[in-house]
C-alpha cells in the first residue's frame, strides 16, 4: 500500500517554466521532508516541514504543507537545469520508529 | 550538519559471496537507522530499521537471513548481504535519525553489482 501518493512521477520541461510536484496521503504525518537526489548519490534533504499550514522558502522553491498536515506541495519557480533530479517527498509518523514513508519520486528534468 | 558516511560507495562480488555496507554517523549518535534499497529511477525502498544494541526489524518481505544487520554502537549499522545473487544488485542507502529533532540524514548510497 503505498501511504504516500507523488506526483508527477516524471516531468520535462524548458528552462525558466515553473512547476509544482505534490504529495498527497490520507494518513496525518507528524513531519514530512523533501529530498532531492542526484544518480548514483544519497537523497538530499531540502525542508522538513512541521507545522500545519506552514510554507517555507528556499530561493527558487517553495514548500507547503497542508493544514491537516497530510498533503504537502513543492513549488519550483524558473526552473533551472540544475534543479534537474529526483524529488522525493517522505512523511514520519511518531511511533514505529519514525521511520519515514516515501512516495515514488519525482523525475525532473529541466531542459536548455 | 549531521554527516553520514557509507562505506564502500560501490562493490562487484561474484556470486555467492557475502558483502558488507558500513554506516557510520560521524557527528551525532544514533539510536536508530534505516536501510533503503532503490532500483535505477524509482523511490527508497525500506528494508529494515536498525536499533542500537538490539535486533533490527525487517519489513515485509525482506528476508532478515539474507540481509544481516548489526548496530553494535550509536554510531555504527552495517548491512551484510550474504550468499549474494545478480537480483541482489541494487544500489543500497543507510539513513540515521539525529535524535535532537526531526531530522533524517541520508548516506551517499552503496551500488552493489553481483556477477
Known amino acids: 500500500t503505498q501511504l504516500l501518493e507523488q506526483s508527477p512521477q516524471f516531468l520535462s520541461i524548458q528552462e525558466g517554466e515553473n512547476l509544482t510536484v505534490y504529495c498527497n496521503s490520507s494518513?496525518?504525518?507528524?513531519?514530512l521532508q523533501w529530498y532531492r537526489q542526484e544518480p548514483g548519490e544519497g537523497p538530499v534533504l531540502l525542508v522538513t516541514?512541521?507545522?500545519?499550514?506552514e510554507v517555507k522558502k528556499l530561493k527558487r522553491l517553495t514548500f507547503q504543507f497542508g493544514d491537516a498536515r497530510k498533503d504537502s506541495s513543492l513549488h519550483i519557480t524558473a526552473a533551472q537545469p540544475g534543479d534537474t533530479g529526483l524529488y522525493l517527498c517522505?512523511?514520519?509518523?511518531?511511533?514505529?520508529?519514525?521511520?519515514?514513508?516515501f512516495g515514488k519520486g519525482t523525475l525532473l528534468t529541466v531542459n536548455p | 550538519g549531521a554527516v553520514v558516511s557509507q562505506h564502500p560507495s560501490w562493490v562487484i562480488c561474484k556470486s555467492g559471496t557475502s558483502v558488507k555496507i558500513e554506516c557510520r554517523s560521524l557527528?551525532?549518535?544514533?539510536?536508530?537507522m534505516f536501510w533503503y534499497r532503490q532500483f535505477p529511477k524509482q523511490s527508497l525502498m525500506l528494508m529494515a530499521t536498525?536499533?542500537?544494541?538490539?535486533?533490527?526489524?525487517?519489513e515485509q518481505g525482506v528476508e532478515k537471513d539474507k540481509f544481516l544487520i548489526n548496530h553494535a554502537s550509536l554510531t555504527l549499522s552495517t548491512l551484510t548481504v550474504t550468499s549474494a545473487h545478480p537480483e541482489d544488485s541494487s544500489f543500497y542507502i543507510c539513513?540515521?535519525?539525529?535524535?535532537?529533532?526531526?531530522?533524517?540524514?541520508f548516506g551517499s548510497g552503496t551500488r552493489l553489482t553481483v556477477v
Open positions: 539513513s540515521a535519525r539525529d535524535t535532537g529533532g526531526f531530522g533524517y540524514t
Open positions: 494518513s496525518v504525518f507528524s513531519s
Open positions: 516541514v512541521v507545522t500545519g499550514g
Open positions: 517522505a512523511g514520519a509518523r511518531g511511533g514505529s520508529n519514525y521511520k519515514l514513508t
Open positions: 557527528d551525532f549518535q544514533a539510536t536508530t
Open positions: 536498525s536499533n542500537e544494541g538490539s535486533k533490527a526489524t525487517y
